[in-house]
């Protein structure tokens, strides 16, 4: 899985190709293209939230549980991250094609509410997206780029949430995604409480007057 040569840009490649031809296929196979359509909609909305799994939880993983793949998905996490966005991309093009054969049905599967908030998620995908490449996350800054990447990732967990929660009633098969976007945020919050206690006895350490290598004296 961590060979040398699945790595970086290779990676997202793939991941993106992958994507492709599955929703191609998806489209090509069904009778109906219409369900096609919604075929490619739906896998492909399951690719991105494994592809956005990945990312999101790569650098809590490698701090939880050291291991030679964990730090392989900590080094990809950006190609992983460039991956869930062109495997989203996908999703808004069968979307828009689904629109084109059928607007009746795109009418009645959306609302204003998945426009505003959907629209929102895909800039913040595609800013984040853009500023991915060393020199254009350079340009912005540590500061605006942490904000624009853990803030774009919150908004996207949610959205992912939001949109597999509410099929839960209909199908409690959704609730599979919904475990895992669940547990993916139990692994951030464990991982950010060990940073901070890792943080607190470097302070700690900092401050106290005995450090050394042996006992202190008079302790
Ligand atoms: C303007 C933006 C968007 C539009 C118009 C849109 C539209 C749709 C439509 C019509 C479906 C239903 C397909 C069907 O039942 O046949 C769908 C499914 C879904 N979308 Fe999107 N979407 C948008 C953005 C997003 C975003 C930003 C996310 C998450 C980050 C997302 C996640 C999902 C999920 C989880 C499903 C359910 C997939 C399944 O049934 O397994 N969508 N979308």
Same mark, same amino acid.
């Given at each position: 899985m961590h060979g040398s040569w699945l790595n970086g840009w290779r990676l997202t490649a793939l991941a993106g190709l992958g994507v492709a031809?599955?929703?191609?296929?998806?489209?090509? =196979?069904?009778?109906?293209? &219409?369900?096609?359509a919604r075929l490619a909609i739906r896998l492909t909305a399951r690719? =991105?939230? !494994?592809?956005?799994l990945a990312t999101f939880t790569a650098s809590a993983l490698a701090r939880l549980?050291? /291991?030679?793949?964990? %730090?392989?998905? #900590?080094?990809?996490? #950006?190609?992983?991250? &460039?991956?869930?966005?062109? /495997?989203?991309?996908?999703?808004?093009?069968?979307?828009? +094609? !689904?629109? %084109?054969l059928d607007y009746a049905v795109f009418l009645q599967l959306t609302n204003v509410v998945s426009y505003v908030a959907g629209g929102l998620a895909y800039l913040l995908i595609v800013l984040m997206t853009i500023t991915s490449?060393? #020199?254009?996350?350079?340009?912005?800054?540590? #500061?605006?780029?942490?904000?624009?990447? +853990?803030?774009?990732?919150?908004?996207?967990?949610? /959205?992912?949430?939001?949109?597999?929660?509410k099929r839960v009633p209909r199908d409690t098969a959704y609730l599979?995604?919904?475990? $895992? $976007?669940?547990?993916?945020?139990?692994?951030?919050?464990l991982a950010a409480r060990k940073r901070g206690a890792s943080a607190r006895d470097a302070a700690g350490a900092a401050r106290s007057p005995y450090v050394g290598p042996g006992p202190a004296a008079g302790v």
């Amino acid at each position: 899985m961590h060979g040398s040569w699945l790595n970086g840009w290779r990676l997202t490649a793939l991941a993106g190709l992958g994507v492709a031809a599955m929703a191609a296929a998806a489209m090509a =196979s069904a009778p109906d293209p &219409v369900d096609g359509a919604r075929l490619a909609i739906r896998l492909t909305a399951r690719t =991105s939230l !494994l592809l956005f799994l990945a990312t999101f939880t790569a650098s809590a993983l490698a701090r939880l549980a050291p /291991s030679a793949s964990t %730090r392989w998905l #900590r080094a990809n996490r #950006r190609y992983l991250g &460039v991956g869930f966005a062109i /495997s989203h991309f996908v999703h808004l093009g069968a979307i828009a +094609t !689904l629109a %084109r054969l059928d607007y009746a049905v795109f009418l009645q599967l959306t609302n204003v509410v998945s426009y505003v908030a959907g629209g929102l998620a895909y800039l913040l995908i595609v800013l984040m997206t853009i500023t991915s490449f060393d #020199r254009t996350a350079a340009l912005i800054g540590p #500061r605006a780029w942490a904000w624009l990447h +853990t803030g774009g990732l919150w908004y996207i967990w949610f /959205s992912f949430a939001l949109n597999f929660g509410k099929r839960v009633p209909r199908d409690t098969a959704y609730l599979v995604p919904v475990a $895992l $976007l669940l547990a993916a945020l139990v692994v951030r919050l464990l991982a950010a409480r060990k940073r901070g206690a890792s943080a607190r006895d470097a302070a700690g350490a900092a401050r106290s007057p005995y450090v050394g290598p042996g006992p202190a004296a008079g302790v």
